[in-house]
C-alpha cells in the first residue's frame, strides 16, 4: 500500500523553519522503522510556513487550504490512503469530504490509541496555545473526560534546532512537564507537536518515571494502514452527518477551486 504522509509546514523547503531537514530525515528513518513490510509512504510539506501556525487561527487557515490543495493529489498519484500529521489536525472535515481514499489524523488517531492503552492521557506540548487547541480537539472527538490536564516546555519553532544541540537539557526539561501531567492523572503521556514528538523518538525516551509516552506519528501510520485494510474488506467511512460529501459534480467543482 501506499501512504501520502501530509506534514503542515514546508520542511526541508523552507529556509524559515532551520528544523525542517533535520524533522524531514527523522521522519524518514522512522517511517521506515515502523512500517509494515510493503507498505510505501512519502511525506509532502505546503508551500511556506506562515508564522504562528500553531497558535493563531489566521495562520491555521492558510496552512488547512494549503494541506487540502496537497492531499488532492493523492488518488490521481495511487495513493491509498492520506495521514495527516499535522498536531492540530487541519482539514479534519474538508479532506474526507473531497477525497474517497481513507484520511487519518495524527491526534484523533493518538487520542483513540490512547484511550485503549490507559484510563487517562495527557499531552505535553512545545508551547501553551498548543495545548489549548488540543483541547477543542479532545471535545470534537469525544475524549475529553478521558483527557487530564497537560503542560508545555515554552518553546518556538526557532528553539527546535537548539534542542539537538543540547539534549540532555530539553530531554529533562520535558520530563519536568510531564511529571506535571503525570501528578494530574495522566497513566499515558502524547507529545505535540511533532518535531517534538520525533527529537524524543531521536534521543529514545519513551517514558518518564515509568508513564509510557505513546508515539503520536506512529499512531496515524499504523492506524492508516489499518483503515487500507478495511476500505479493502468493504468496511469504509460514514457519509451522513458531517462527514457528508457533495455528489460528485459538486465534489469535482469544488476541488478545481483548490488545484
Keep these: 500500500m501506499k501512504l501520502w504522509l501530509q506534514s503542515g509546514s514546508a520542511l526541508a523547503a523552507d529556509d524559515a523553519t532551520p528544523y525542517g531537514k533535520r524533522y524531514e530525515e527523522s521522519l524518514t528513518r522512522h517511517m521506515q522503522a515502523v512500517a509494515r513490510s510493503g507498505t510505501q509512504m512519502e511525506t509532502f510539506g505546503i508551500e511556506g510556513t506562515p508564522p504562528g501556525k500553531d497558535r493563531y487561527r489566521a495562520a491555521y487557515h492558510i496552512v488547512t487550504s494549503q494541506m487540502i490543495e496537497g492531499v488532492l493529489r493523492a488518488e490521481a498519484q495511487g495513493f491509498d490512503a492520506v495521514a495527516v500529521i499535522n498536531t492540530l489536525d487541519h482539514g479534519y472535515y474538508e479532506m ?4 474517497d481514499i481513507p484520511v487519518v489524523f495524527i491526534s484523533e488517531a493518538a487520542m483513540h490509541l490512547a484511550c485503549q492503552l490507559a484510563p487517562a492521557f495527557a499531552f505535553v506540548t512545545h508551547n501553551e496555545l498548543i495545548g489549548l487547541h488540543i483541547a477543542e480537539l479532545a471535545k470534537r472527538y469525544g475524549l475529553a473526560e478521558r483527557m487530564v490536564a497537560g503542560a508545555h ?14 539534549p540532555a537539557v530539553y530531554v529533562e526539561r520535558f520530563a519536568d512537564a510531564a511529571r506535571q501531567a503525570i501528578g494530574r492523572g495522566a497513566a499515558m503521556l502524547l507529545v505535540a507537536g511533532n518535531p517534538l514528538n520525533m ?13 509510557p509516552i ?5 499512531a496515524a ?8 485494510d478495511l476500505h479493502r474488506l468493504g468496511i469504509r467511512r460514514s457519509a451522513k452527518g458531517l462527514f457528508e460529501a ?6 469535482e467543482e469544488i476541488r478545481k477551486l483548490y488545484c
Excluded at 505513546?214 to 506512529?218: R, V
Excluded at 501510520?221 to 487500507?228: D, F, G, P, Q
Excluded at 457533495?246 to 465534489?251: C, I, L, N, T, V
Design 96 to 99: 474526507r469530504e473531497l477525497l
Design 153 to 166: 516546555l515554552g518553546l518556538t519553532y526557532e528553539d527546535f534546532p537548539k534542542m539537538y544541540d543540547d
Design 214 to 218: 505513546l508515539d503520536c506519528c506512529t
Design 221 to 228: 501510520i499504523k492506524t492508516a494502514e489499518l483503515m487500507v
Design 246 to 251: 457533495p455528489p460528485p459534480g459538486a465534489k
Design 199 to 211: 527529537f524524543l523518538i531521536d534521543q529514545g525516551v519513551k517514558e518518564i518515571d515509568g508513564v
